[in-house]
């Protein structure tokens, strides 16, 4: 079972309570719903009261199934974001490396002029959206240079640019399909989350078309005090006194229903870093 958030917990104590309602509806009110509908049904007429309050508890309780069903398999989903991150992290991490080590190489090679034949500028970037536009200008310009390279400030010695190109390959093929498979993971992520606030609105509609049902059942036969208790409170934090809880189907002001997507995480190496 997944971790719940508080959107699904005080959606539970809601339901929670209107099972209890309705459990003691049955109980309670049965004798006096009776004897109310007698007084308006016709001759062969009949009125189940207690199956019908069995009913509206059934259907809450397996909406709170489902709730917790899809609310799981959104949790694991965002779980197993740690998988694709953890690559594009690491990836990022070697493609820097690298391209810091091609850009010392070319230093001692050409001393001040090497940055300007890989045809880079600044430090190495550790965003990975940054990070790959210039390691392929320093791979492009090591495969196709504008023009020849210049003679080493060594003499004697000779310029080979295969070993940076291999160097610069792998790292950047590793980091370009990571970037792209994160990417993909998080509109599946905003999917799953355009998902989970259908759900809450379903959840939220049956659970309040059950609560507006019973409570005009508790009211009709006088039971003003049950039909108060379907709405519950909650305790402060800290503090033994109760405040009503927000009205089924409407979210707390902190904590609204619709939520937009999250930002993609950032690399981990110091950098911004997702529930």
């Given at each position: 079972m997944s971790r719940p958030t508080e959107l699904v917990t005080q959606r539970h104590r809601l339901a929670d309570t209107v099972v209890l309602a309705a459990e003691e509806f049955g109980e309670i009110t049965t004798?006096?719903?009776?004897?109310?509908?007698?007084?308006?049904?016709?001759?062969?007429?009949?009125?189940?009261?207690?199956?019908?309050?069995?009913?509206?508890?059934?259907?809450?309780?397996?909406?709170?199934?489902?709730?917790?069903?899809?609310?799981?398999r959104l949790y694991r989903r965002r779980s197993d974001d740690n998988v694709p991150r953890r690559r594009r992290d690491a990836a990022v991490e070697?493609?820097?490396?690298?391209?810091?080590?091609?850009?010392?190489?070319?230093?001692?090679?050409?001393?001040?002029?090497?940055?300007?034949?890989?045809?880079?500028?600044g430090s190495t970037e550790s965003l990975p959206e940054r990070l790959l536009p210039q390691a392929r200008v320093a791979l492009d310009s090591?495969?196709?240079?504008?023009?020849?390279?210049?003679?080493?400030?060594i003499a004697g010695t000779v310029f080979d640019p295969a070993p940076l190109v291999a160097t610069l390959e792998g790292p950047l093929t590793e980091l370009d399909e990571a970037y792209k498979a994160l990417k993909r993971y998080r509109r599946r992520e905003e999917i799953d989350l355009e998902f989970r606030n259908e759900v809450l609105a379903e959840f939220d509609q049956r659970l309040r078309g059950a609560t507006q049902m019973l409570e005009g059942l508790c009211r009709l036969v006088g039971k003003t005090g049950l039909?108060?208790?379907?709405?519950?409170?909650?305790?402060?934090?800290?503090?033994?006194?109760?405040?009503?809880?927000?009205?089924?189907?409407?979210?707390?002001?902190?904590?609204?229903?619709?939520?937009?997507?999250?930002?993609?995480?950032?690399?981990?190496?110091?950098?911004?870093?997702?529930?």
């Open positions: 004798p006096e719903f009776a004897t109310l509908m007698r007084s308006v049904l016709e001759e062969g007429e009949t009125l189940d009261v207690d199956l019908m309050q069995i009913a509206l508890s059934r259907i809450v309780k397996r909406e709170q199934q489902t709730l917790n069903d899809r609310a799981d070697t493609l820097r490396q690298r391209l810091i080590q091609v850009r010392a190489s070319m230093r001692g090679s050409f001393g001040s002029a090497a940055d300007s034949l890989l045809g880079l500028d090591l495969r196709n240079p504008a023009a020849p390279f210049p003679e080493p400030l039909a108060d208790r379907i709405r519950p409170t909650r305790r402060r934090r800290g503090s033994d006194e109760e405040e009503p809880l927000e009205p089924v189907g409407e979210e707390p002001s902190q904590e609204p229903v619709t939520v937009a997507p999250e930002e993609p995480h950032e690399p981990s190496d110091g950098n911004p870093v997702v529930n």
